[in-house]
């Protein structure tokens, strides 16, 4: 059980996601502060707050690194198509099961999470852990975080609309280029000057993500508790929303290794593929839903499955690559 607790506190799930769960509670007990606007809102203080969280990404993206790790092609386009194709058309299968329903937004949050980008620091973790191949690990969470700027909104704006009633393609790719793609080109830029600095303060710079990403679940949930939102869903109901979270994870992880297997890949590369295939992140979800979502008061369900998702996730993986590791010592 220490291991355990060990594995899960380095790949992030510690006192950050019991964080998660009171910024949700005070948001119900204490909205008040996430809904004002004057003089400074917390809204805009987590928007230029993203800015910084892609530029500080940036900066310890190294050229060099992603060139090299492009040789691996194969098994890169087998992680990308898992998670922006695959992940995203599994959920999409089960829309008519809840269109016109009283959980079509909760499914709405789904699908968003299916259409994010894998999670950096868990799944290079996972990988470690597992023993496979951290290189090709680092190359493709890193890509992927890239790709999901344009694919995630083009995936979810087929959604958005019927939804919101506010999804202006135009308006959101110029926000994501402004505040996401800008800043990480900058920051990519500037990593031959800072990136040996920016890799030394990385744990000062973590927690600065989490203040941010946690400011933007606060200001989400005060809006949707201050609409009454939740009041529709029973404990029941979102006890099966992470049951279902489970469902989805293994069923993505045990389709993508018999995939792996098929094509042939080495075991390191077969366990890589795995976890970053079948990771989702919570900083991009967090950032992606204040850009694609805007003003919207549903934000706060539609991250509800991706929080459930990432925790599950984290405790799933953790014991998947526990047993992993040990097979590989016997």
Not at 36 to 46: M, N
Not at 57 to 68: D, P, T
Not at 283 to 307: A, D, E, N, R, W
Request: aromatic letters at 12%; one cysteine or more.
């Amino acid at each position: 059980m220490n291991k355990l607790l060990k594995v899960l506190k380095k790949a992030g799930f510690d006192g950050f996601l019991l964080m998660i769960g009171t910024m949700i509670l005070l948001a119900y007990f204490l909205p008040q502060p996430g809904l004002v606007k004057e003089p400074v809102s917390l809204e805009e203080i987590a928007n230029v707050g993203v800015s910084f969280i892609f530029l500080f990404y940036g900066v310890r993206l190294s050229v060099e690194k992603l060139k090299a790790g492009l040789a691996n092609w194969k098994m890169h386009i087998v992680v990308q198509l898992t998670t922006f194709l695959f992940f995203p058309l599994i959920v999409l299968a089960s829309r008519p099961l809840f269109v016109h329903t009283n959980f079509e937004l909760l499914w709405l949050g789904v699908f968003f999470l299916a259409a994010l980008p894998s999670t950096v620091s868990s799944s290079v973790v996972m990988v470690s852990i597992a023993k496979g191949n951290i290189p090709a690990a680092i190359f493709n969470a890193s890509i992927s975080s890239l790709i999901g700027v344009i694919v995630t909104p083009l995936w979810v704006g087929m959604f958005i609309a019927s939804a919101t009633g506010d999804f202006d393609v135009t308006d959101i790719f110029i926000k994501l280029v402004l505040q996401v793609l800008l800043p990480v080109i900058i920051g990519i830029s500037l990593n031959s000057r800072f990136g040996a600095i920016a890799e030394k303060y990385k744990k000062h710079l973590k927690y600065f993500d989490q203040a941010i990403i946690l400011t933007i679940i606060y200001t989400s949930f005060c809006k949707s508790f201050s609409e009454h939102l939740f009041e529709g869903f029973t404990t029941l109901e979102l006890a099966g929303l992470a049951a279902g979270m489970m469902v989805l994870f293994f069923a993505v992880f045990f389709c993508v290794g018999l995939i792996s297997r098929f094509l042939g890949f080495s075991d390191e590369d077969r366990i890589t593929v795995l976890f970053c295939g079948s990771k989702k992140s919570l900083v991009h979800g967090t950032i992606m839903s204040k850009v694609l979502f805007q003003q919207s008061t549903i934000t706060g369900i539609v991250l509800l499955p991706l929080m459930l998702y990432h925790a599950l996730q984290l405790i799933a993986a953790s014991i998947i690559a526990q047993g992993m590791a040990r097979r590989k010592e016997v």
